[in-house]
């Protein structure tokens, strides 16, 4: 059957924009099917996250000066305007990445369509309003929208939570206490910027950041105390024991953030998933609608296609969708063989970026197995001297290495995002690589400490490396063991 397009696109992130681009940049004819708002409530959510986060650290540094003066005449006057927060959200959704605004990608060649898709038959076939749009391939990137209600607790109290963070837009001023529900790394920063903001903040989770580095989650979570976040167990929590004032103050002002469902539901002949491969009957509903692919972004259908969110099954950072549409894009268009180089993707996430896989070993705090040729190399600095927060948070790095290569680096301290293009090039290379001069763009001064932690954790594994001339120590002593012997 004749096609009227090459991919269609079944957008409403960034990562959809980012494959209409990259369709259209190969010559191909494009079709982009976006619900209305969807792309521009979710890139509101990331610019008030962020606009928090300055204002978080603006307010330390105020706090910071309070002690230094005896008189109140260099304090900061009038109260925290939350709903000016909010506007200002929306008018950088609106003026930010001009280059994927709906009049350049028209302008580029993509057929923007900003209509909820209605139908996807076996032939490609996309149902949109009066339309039928026909294509050879269907790319779905559409990510994923909170769930209805929080299945948390067989307490019916609890169930009934709404999720999502939409409940930000309706408040007129920040209330004095909210409960903030997940345990993604998402989760942790809106806990923590709401709470140097001066709320008092919990964060529920039975286990905070669970797919990361141990020593991560150790630093992550002290830092979270030390800026006031208290954390409560989720497994704890149970309506027969919480008194009616406790209950109310965890389900009053709750934002429920990493309970998520994909925004559009396909086919079942793309979606195949059974029962068995859920493992909970409770929760099929909520498991059935993401999709499976193979290492090639292949679902079941061999001409539709997915990147995103609504693959993981939990919330990923941009940057892994960024990574995988540019793949899908190439084996929609072309022939399905590439795939996506997970482990040199780098996810930063503020004070934090971690580039590589961390191993299981390092997940479960265990040593390495030497066995395995792993080598982990450590270095931190306890930023005792720094004036632009109330606590000083210290800044760690921690250089995980596989028969000498490096598999994963992690960095936690001011200015570390700026080192993500560096670290992705260097993944699967030897670890001297470090030692040298950092081959990146002008660095901020806030990052020239991170540098030289990079350096410092290298230059412990080039001094523990064979050097020419000279016996490495415990093979020395194992000689001179045997000789006593």
Not at 46 to 66: D, N, P, T
Not at 191 to 206: H, I, K, N, P, Q
Not at 425 to 445: M, N
């Amino acid at each position: 059957m004749p096609a009227d397009y090459d991919l269609i696109v079944l957008g409403g992130t960034l990562a959809g924009r980012t494959a209409a681009v990259a369709a259209v940049g190969y010559g191909a004819r494009v079709a982009l099917v976006e619900p209305p708002g969807l792309f521009f409530q979710r890139q509101r959510v990331r610019y008030l996250l962020r606009g928090l986060q300055q204002l978080a650290e603006g307010r330390q540094r105020q706090a910071v000066s309070r002690w230094f003066y005896r008189d109140e005449r260099g304090e900061a006057s009038g109260q925290f305007d939350w709903a000016a927060l909010v506007k200002w959200s929306g008018l950088a959704a609106s003026a930010q990445l001009p280059e994927y605004s709906v009049s350049a990608l028209s302008r580029s060649g993509v057929d923007v369509i900003l209509a909820m898709p209605e139908r996807l038959s076996r032939k490609q076939v996309v149902t949109v309003g009066h339309r039928r749009l026909r294509g050879r391939a269907v790319l779905a990137a559409f990510g994923t929208v909170p769930c209805l209600s929080l299945p948390l607790s067989s307490d019916h109290a609890l169930r009934c939570m709404p999720t999502g963070l939409e409940p930000l837009f309706t408040w007129d001023r920040l209330p004095k206490q909210i409960t903030v529900w997940g345990e993604s790394f998402r989760a942790v920063l809106w806990a923590e910027a709401l709470s140097l903001m001066g709320v008092a903040v919990t964060l529920v989770a039975d286990r905070v950041l669970p797919g990361e580095d141990s020593d991560v989650r150790r630093w992550v979570q002290t830092q979270c105390l030390s800026a006031g976040v208290k954390f409560v167990k989720s497994s704890d929590i149970s309506t027969q024991v919480l008194s009616k004032a406790k209950l109310h103050t965890l389900t009053e002002n709750a934002l429920v953030i990493d309970r998520q469902r994909p925004a559009l539901v396909l086919p079942e002949f793309v979606r195949r998933v059974s029962y068995a491969e859920t493992g909970s009957l409770d929760d099929v509903e909520h498991t059935s609608h993401y999709l499976q692919t193979n290492a090639y972004l292949q679902t079941s259908h061999s001409r539709v296609f997915a990147c995103g969110s609504l693959l993981h099954r939990e919330w990923i950072h941009d940057a892994v969708a960024q990574a995988e549409a540019p793949v899908a894009v190439w084996n929609a268009l072309f022939w399905p063989r590439k795939r996506v180089g997970y482990g040199a993707i780098a996810q930063a996430y503020g004070r934090f970026v971690r580039v590589g896989q961390s191993p299981e070993f390092a997940i479960a705090g265990r040593a390495p197995d030497p066995s395995q040729g792993y080598r982990v190399w450590t270095a931190t600095c306890a930023n005792s001297a720094n004036l632009s927060r109330v606590s000083p948070q210290p800044s760690y790095c921690k250089i995980i290495c596989q028969r000498k290569r490096i598999q994963s680096i992690h960095l936690l301290g001011d200015g570390a995002e700026a080192l993500s293009p560096y670290l992705e090039s260097v993944v699967g290379r030897p670890i001297h690589v470090l030692t040298g001069a950092i081959a990146c763009p002008p660095l901020p001064p806030t990052a020239e400490r991170l540098t030289d932690l990079l350096k410092d954790a290298a230059g412990k594994a080039e001094h523990a490396r064979w050097q020419p001339g000279n016996w490495r120590r415990d093979w020395a002593e194992n000689w001179f063991n045997w000789r006593r012997s």
